[in-house]
């Protein structure tokens, strides 16, 4: 069973930086493509960002040019680094592992939550 753990959220102020971390077991993960997702209060979960098993990555347009997903397959850990936090970017993130590039396959992990405030 495929199990994600994501860590590295927290309180940071506008203009503010955060890398966010996504540890995959229970697959092969070097195979796999994931995707960051984010949900912010009352809203749907969005995507944020993809990354093939190839490397080639993906971002929503929100995020474009201030966030870069990333991973290292020898920890099966994928990255988010955010820079440039912006109050709308608040939510709690999640990752997972991602068919057809947006759609996400496994049951979510408990998350990690991202507050920007001043």
């Known amino acids: 069973q495929v199990q994600l753990v994501e860590s590295g959220g927290g309180l940071v102020q506008p203009g503010g930086s955060l890398r966010l971390s996504c540890v995959v077991s229970?697959?092969?993960?070097?195979?796999?493509?994931v995707g960051w997702f984010r949900q912010a209060p009352g809203k749907q979960r969005e995507l944020v960002a993809t990354i093939t098993s190839a490397g080639l990555t993906t971002y929503g347009d929100a995020v474009k040019g201030r966030f870069t997903i990333s991973r290292d397959n020898a920890k099966k850990t994928a990255y988010l680094q955010m820079n440039s936090l912006k109050p709308e970017d608040t939510g709690a993130y999640y990752c997972n592992v991602v068919r057809g590039l947006t759609v996400p396959v496994n049951p979510w992990g408990q998350g990690t939550q991202v507050t920007v405030s001043s």
């Open positions: 229970g697959t092969i993960f070097a195979i796999d493509d």
